[in-house]
């Protein structure tokens, strides 16, 4: 079993973790699939990795398709096969008509929220514009939601289930940019991609608006490296492509701005 209070001592966030390994507990007791609610990247990133070197369970992650960020985590002995199909989730389409009145991500979450559930009930949420938007939800919030989300914003909406292929996952946009800095400090990579200047960057690194990986991260001296994934609060996501070294000694950073 997992060594429970050794990982405690090591994770950020320890409460979530520890309902994680209840959960997993649980599963190895019943020889069952168990899964989670709908979890944050950050908890992801912290959880997945307990199970890499177990022999007695396994774990799959998965939100109702492959870039999801928030996905619910199936949990079971090795013994026992875990598919995308036993990690149950749902899919909610809100129709109305948004023509003059647009509604964000945080107004249809704002709605759902409204209705007293809590967020761990909700996945993605997919905004489609003019014609509404689609939530993936655990299955058992289906009857509540479409009973009880009757608007968003001004706008009256129907609430109603879809099947889990009618999901309308359009590919991110994404902007190519290329930097050359004396060092790769967070505060001067996330600066030239984020368009900001290197104090203001410092200032969000030092508030902790800014992720390095989905982990918190305060201080905008640290140390980046190829592949990180920078997240900046209401700014969007940076990805850190191939480094080179100039003539000069300076970094050439290819990064990769999602939109």
């Not at 699939?33 to 307990?50: C, R």
């Not at 889990?164 to 940019?177: H, N, Q, S």
């Not at 608006?209 to 994934?229: A, C, F, I, M, T």
């Amino acid at each position: 079993m997992l060594p429970r209070a050794e990982i405690l001592k090591r994770v950020e966030n320890r409460e979530e973790i520890a309902r994680i390994l209840d959960l997993s507990e649980q599963a190895w007791k019943t020889w069952s699939i168990v899964l989670t609610d709908f979890l944050s990247p950050t908890i992801l990133v912290e959880a997945l990795p307990l199970f890499t070197d177990l022999t007695e369970l396994h774990c799959l992650a998965w939100g109702g398709y492959p870039q999801a960020e928030r996905q619910r985590l199936g949990l079971g002995r090795t013994e026992v096969p875990i598919d995308t199909e036993v990690v149950e989730l749902a899919v909610l389409k809100i129709e109305g008509n948004f023509l003059f009145d647009v509604a964000t991500h945080r107004d249809f979450l704002g709605a759902i929220l409204g209705t007293g559930i809590v967020r761990d009930k909700i996945g993605d949420i997919i905004v489609l514009g003019e014609r509404g938007a689609q939530v993936i939800v655990v299955p058992e919030m289906v009857d509540f939601l479409c009973g009880t989300v009757v608007q968003v914003r001004s706008v009256s909406v129907q609430t109603k289930p879809i099947a889990v292929g009618e999901l309308k996952i359009t590919p991110a946009k994404t902007k190519e940019i290329q930097t050359v800095e004396a060092s790769m400090r967070l505060d001067a990579i996330a600066s030239a991609g984020f368009g900001l200047s290197r104090s203001k960057m410092a200032e969000a690194i030092s508030s902790g608006d800014v992720r390095v990986n989905w982990k918190e991260v305060s201080s905008p001296s640290y140390q980046l490296h190829s592949g990180d994934l920078i997240s900046f609060q209401g700014k969007g996501r940076l990805q850190v492509g191939e480094v080179a070294i100039t003539k000069k000694e300076r970094y050439r950073v290819q990064l990769t701005r999602y939109l």
